[in-house]
C-alpha cells in the first residue's frame, strides 16, 4: 500500500495515553510523503487534540503507521483473545489484524444482496414518486427532506452510541457481524477508508431495504399531500441513512472530492473537525454522523450520559467496557 493514494485516511487521537513509539526519522520520512495540505491539517487536528484533550492519545502518525503494516499483513494469522485482561494487554496492532481478519465471506455475501436491493427499491420508489403533481409541489420534497436528515441524524446517533457503549463480539447475532466494525472502528479508525463501497455501505443498506420495498412496492398512491409527503420523507429517510457510513467514512479521508469537501464545510454532512470530537477518550459523545446537527445539542443537555445511566440502572451493566479494553482505556469501575 502506498501513503499517495487519492483517498488519505486521517487517524484521530485514540487510546489510553501519549504514545512515545516509533522513532523521530520514521515519522519525519513518513510526513514527507504527505502533500503541504496534508500536513497542514494534520497538525492542526493534532494541535487542536492536544490542546483540548491534554495530549490524551496516540498521534497521527503513530496510528497511520499500524494501519499501514495491518495492509500489507492481511494474511498473517492473529491471535484470539480469551480475557478482557489478555485483550486490554494486547498491542493495537494484534487487535487490529484480528478484527480485520473477522470479516467473513457470510458477511460479504449478505452485503452485497443489501445493496443491491437497497438499489433496486430506491429507484423504483424515486420513479414513483416523480409525478407531475409532486414536481409542482416541491415543498413536500424540501421540508420532507430537511425533517429525514435530522431524523436520520439522531438515528445513527443511537445505533452507532449502541454499538460502541453495549455488547462485544460475542453478543448473538450483531457481535461479530456488526459490533466488530465498531471495535475495528475505534482501535486504527483509518481502516475503514480501505473498505469498498459494499463493505463501507452493507450495514447501513441492510437496515434500510424493508422500508423501502414498501415504497417500491406498496399501495401508495400520489394522489394527496399526506402521500407525498410520507413517501418523500421515506425515501429521504432511507437515502440519508444508507449514506451515513460513506459520509462517516469521508469524515476520516483526505482529498475528499471537492463537492464532498464543500458539503462538510458548510455543514450539510458531517464535517471532520466535527467527528474529531467523539474520536477522544473515552469516545462518549458527539455519536450522531450523518450531518451532526444533533450533536452540540444533545451534549448540552448530557442525554447520552443519561441514557447510559438508565441502562445501568435497569441492567446492571457498565457502559463501554468491551469498547474500553480493545482501546486500551482502564474501566471506569
Not at 10 to 31: F, H, P, Q, T, W
Not at 100 to 127: C, D
Not at 192 to 203: A, L, P, Y
Request: proline letters at 3%; charged letters at 20%; glycine letters at 4%.
Amino acid at each position: 500500500m502506498t501513503l499517495m493514494n487519492s483517498n488519505k485516511p486521517i487517524n484521530y487521537i485514540i487510546g489510553s495515553g501519549a504514545s512515545e513509539e516509533g522513532s523521530v526519522s520514521d515519522d519525519i520520512k513518513l510526513k514527507q510523503q504527505y502533500s503541504k495540505a496534508e500536513q497542514a491539517e494534520a497538525t492542526q487536528f493534532e494541535h487542536d487534540d492536544n490542546k483540548n484533550n491534554n495530549n490524551n492519545g496516540d498521534n497521527i502518525i503513530n496510528n497511520r503507521r499500524i494501519d499501514d503494516k495491518i495492509q500489507s499483513q492481511q494474511d498473517q494469522s492473529s491471535f484470539k483473545p480469551t480475557s478482557e485482561k489478555e485483550l486490554y494487554n494486547t498491542s493495537k496492532e494484534d487487535k487490529a489484524r484480528d478484527l480485520k481478519n473477522r470479516y467473513t465471506s457470510t458477511k460479504r455475501t449478505t452485503e452485497i444482496v443489501s445493496v443491491t436491493l437497497f438499489s433496486i427499491f430506491l429507484v423504483i420508489s424515486i420513479y414513483r414518486m416523480l409525478t407531475w403533481h409532486f414536481v409542482k409541489n416541491i415543498w413536500i420534497f424540501l421540508s420532507s427532506t430537511v425533517l429525514a436528515m435530522f431524523l436520520a441524524d439522531f438515528f445513527s446517533g443511537i445505533v452507532h452510541w449502541a454499538a460502541d457503549t453495549w455488547g462485544s463480539l460475542d453478543t448473538p447475532l450483531v457481535g461479530n457481524s456488526f459490533i466488530r466494525s465498531f471495535r475495528e472502528h475505534h482501535v486504527v479508525p483509518t481502516q475503514m477508508t480501505h473498505h469498498d463501497v459494499i463493505e463501507t455501505n452493507g450495514d447501513n443498506c441492510m437496515l434500510t431495504v424493508p422500508i423501502l420495498a414498501i415504497t417500491a412496492l406498496g399501495d401508495i398512491t400520489m394522489d394527496s399531500t399526506y402521500n407525498m409527503f410520507l413517501m418523500s420523507f421515506l425515501v429521504n429517510l432511507c437515502f440519508w441513512v444508507s449514506l451515513t457510513n460513506q459520509i462517516h467514512k469521508w469524515s476520516h479521508t483526505y482529498n475528499v472530492h471537492p463537492f464532498v469537501g464543500f458539503l462538510q464545510k458548510s455543514g450539510i454532512i458531517l464535517s471532520k473537525r466535527d467527528h474529531a470530537i467523539h474520536h477522544r477518550n473515552p469516545f462518549d459523545k458527539y455519536y450522531c454522523i450523518t450531518n451532526g446537527w444533533l450533536n452540540p445539542w444533545l451534549a448540552s443537555i448530557n442525554f447520552w450520559k443519561r441514557l447510559e445511566n438508565v441502562v445501568t440502572l435497569l441492567t446492571g451493566v457498565l457502559p463501554r467496557t468491551d469498547d474500553g479494553a480493545w482501546c486500551g482505556i482502564p474501566s471506569s469501575s
